[in-house]
């Protein structure tokens, strides 16, 4: 395969930046649906206390709906535990900024494409193992992983 220097580095810099983007992507709707569901908790409770609080007759809303509505912040709470949304924002925001370091070393010529393809699979493969440490993932881990992790 014959490709010149530079169309290795391009090529380089382009999977940093779809890395950078996806980081950006998954990261805001981490970021986003962490406040969604600490909102719809909140509202919901609040709902419920007022509804069962001013008496409202069983005509206007069935006890069903209001039972409905005060089990809403607990199943919240078990999908916020269950998905770590907030942990995985974060995750994601650590891991953009250590994708764009390598990319501003690659821009500055800091290090050479080689040096930088090999920090690029190091930053992938350390965020990857970081990721299955978020929400329930963190449970789920193959032995070789838990393994480590004591030795550590």
């Known amino acids: 395969m014959n490709r ?19 980081r950006q992507y998954y990261g805001s709707w981490n970021f986003r649906l962490v ?6 908790s909140i509202l919901t409770s609040f709902a419920s206390a007022i509804i069962v ?3 409202i007759k069983e005509d206007v ?5 209001v039972a409905i509505i005060a089990g809403i912040p607990g199943l919240v709470i078990s999908i916020e ?13 650590m891991y953009e900024i250590e994708l764009k370091e390598l ?19 190091e930053i992938i493969r350390r965020n990857e193992t970081a990721f299955s440490k978020i929400g329930f ?10 393994d480590k992790e004591k030795k550590k």
Not at 61 to 65: D, F, K, V
Not at 81 to 91: A, C, E, M, N
């Open 4 to 22: 010149s220097p530079l169309s290795i580095e391009e090529a380089l810099f382009n999977e940093i930046n779809n890395e950078i983007e996806k």
């Open 35 to 40: 406040h969604i569901l600490l909102w719809v």
């Open 53 to 55: 609080a001013a008496g």
């Open 61 to 65: 809303i069935p006890s069903l709906w």
């Open 81 to 93: 535990k269950t998905f770590d949304f907030g942990r995985r924002s974060s995750w994601d925001i």
């Open 103 to 121: 990319r501003d070393d690659l821009i500055f010529k800091k290090t050479e494409p080689y040096e930088a393809a090999k920090k690029l699979r």
């Open 137 to 146: 993932l963190a449970s789920n881990q193959p032995e070789h992983v838990k």
